[in-house]
């Protein structure tokens, strides 16, 4: 990769739309075509944005349009499900990865746990063990805690989640898998419709950023100054997304970028920078892993311009 002009330590005075300008060119990749919504997302949507510690949030050009989290809801609702089962959640989830698909129709041999949270299994079981005592206290919670994270109310696109739930039909084999392995205690059509739901709230690049810099900074949200988890389940939530957040490419992604990340098939990445920053990038065409092109490419050059990199020296 050639030097980047736009190197700086300094996140206040990098120039994102320099940077989102750089990316732009890069049309590999293919749009997630699962549900008519991502279908129609716009395949030259490019946005990147930052939130620090102080609370100030920086976005590139195309960093407040929305699109539906997907799979970037599987730390926070992971975050969730830690606080609302006092720690019991990493007793009924894996935390290894798998080098498989995300949607890979597989558990642990020997326990029927999903073998992380952060793919579907684990992520339909996580929306399981948040709080409530039917599927719509759940759901209600999750949309809460959600909104904790982001510093506002969120929306919920309710035609991503018709379609979500109808067309999804791996998720209910999955659910339904757990429940005859004994792993989900909940009905599999009420725990794919609270995952699905999660998915479809909508967020900008912006608001993601902030998202993970909640994370990124001990469960403390730099904008709202409220504590949304507490730190060490933003530890173990964060760990996790290092060694399986990018799903058959974390490997690759570490060594590459290193810095704990989340991909979507909505094209969104979240980053969790430790005790430094949050970041999102937003570009809709995926490469193989299901992962943005320009937002690997993005998240690459941020990494190595503000000195990211956590096993850098």
Same mark, same amino acid.
């Given at each position: 990769?050639?030097?980047?002009?736009?190197?700086?330590?300094?996140?206040?005075?990098?120039?994102?739309?320099?940077?989102?300008?750089?990316?732009?060119?890069?049309?590999?990749?293919?749009?997630?075509?699962?549900?008519?919504?991502?279908?129609?997302?716009?395949?030259?949507?490019?946005?990147?944005?930052?939130?620090?510690?102080?609370?100030?949030?920086?976005?590139?050009?195309?960093?407040?349009?929305?699109?539906?989290?997907?799979?970037?809801?599987?730390?926070f609702l992971f975050a969730l499900a830690l606080v609302d089962t006092d720690g019991e959640a990493l007793d009924r989830?894996?935390?290894?990865?798998?080098?498989?698909?995300?949607?890979?129709?597989?558990?642990?041999?020997?326990?029927?746990?999903?073998?992380?949270?952060?793919?579907?299994?684990?992520?339909?079981?996580?929306?399981? +063990?948040? &709080?409530?005592?039917?599927?719509? *206290?759940?759901?209600? $919670? #999750?949309?809460?805690? =959600? %909104?904790?994270? !982001?510093?506002?109310?969120?929306?919920?696109?309710?035609?991503?989640?018709?379609?979500?739930?109808? +067309?999804? &039909?791996?998720?209910?084999?999955? *659910?339904?898998?757990? $429940? #005859?392995?004994?792993? =989900? %205690?909940?009905? !599999?059509?009420?725990?794919?419709?609270?995952?699905?739901?999660?998915?479809?709230?909508?967020?900008?690049?912006?608001?993601?950023?902030?998202?993970?810099a909640t994370l990124a900074l001990g469960g403390v949200n730099p904008v709202t100054g409220e504590r949304v988890v507490?730190?060490?389940?933003?530890?173990?939530?964060?760990?996790?997304?290092?060694?399986?957040?990018?799903?058959?490419?974390?490997?690759?992604?570490?060594?590459?970028?290193?810095?704990?990340?989340?991909?979507?098939?909505?094209?969104?990445?979240?980053?969790?920078?430790?005790?430094?920053?949050?970041?999102?990038?937003?570009?809709?065409?995926?490469?193989?892993?299901?992962?943005?092109?320009?937002?690997?490419?993005?998240?690459?050059?941020?990494?190595?311009?503000?000195?990211?990199?956590?096993?850098?020296?």
């Amino acid at each position: 990769m050639p030097p980047s002009p736009n190197r700086s330590s300094d996140p206040r005075a990098y120039d994102l739309d320099a940077l989102r300008d750089r990316v732009l060119p890069h049309a590999e990749g293919e749009v997630d075509d699962s549900i008519p919504e991502l279908a129609d997302a716009d395949p030259d949507l490019c946005g990147i944005a930052l939130a620090l510690p102080d609370g100030e949030v920086r976005g590139s050009a195309g960093s407040d349009v929305p699109f539906s989290i997907q799979s970037a809801v599987k730390p926070f609702l992971f975050a969730l499900a830690l606080v609302d089962t006092d720690g019991e959640a990493l007793d009924r989830i894996g935390i290894e990865p798998t080098g498989e698909a995300f949607d890979a129709i597989k558990l642990e041999s020997g326990t029927g746990r999903p073998p992380n949270p952060m793919v579907n299994a684990g992520a339909i079981l996580t929306a399981s +063990l948040v &709080d409530g005592e039917d599927v719509a *206290a759940r759901v209600a $919670r #999750a949309h809460r805690g =959600l %909104s904790a994270f !982001a510093g506002r109310t969120l929306e919920v696109d309710e035609s991503v989640a018709r379609n979500e739930h109808l +067309l999804g &039909d791996r998720n209910h084999a999955l *659910a339904h898998l757990m $429940r #005859a392995e004994g792993t =989900l %205690s909940v009905g !599999a059509d009420d725990a794919v419709e609270a995952y699905v739901r999660a998915c479809a709230v909508l967020v900008d690049a912006r608001t993601l950023a902030v998202m993970g810099a909640t994370l990124a900074l001990g469960g403390v949200n730099p904008v709202t100054g409220e504590r949304v988890v507490p730190a060490s389940v933003a530890c173990d939530v964060v760990s996790v997304m290092a060694t399986c957040g990018v799903y058959d490419g974390s490997g690759r992604w570490m060594r590459a970028v290193g810095v704990p990340a989340k991909s979507s098939v909505s094209g969104a990445i979240v980053l969790s920078a430790p005790g430094q920053l949050g970041a999102a990038v937003v570009s809709p065409p995926l490469d193989e892993q299901g992962t943005s092109v320009r937002g690997h490419l993005a998240s690459e050059i941020l990494s190595r311009d503000l000195g990211l990199h956590v096993f850098a020296a």
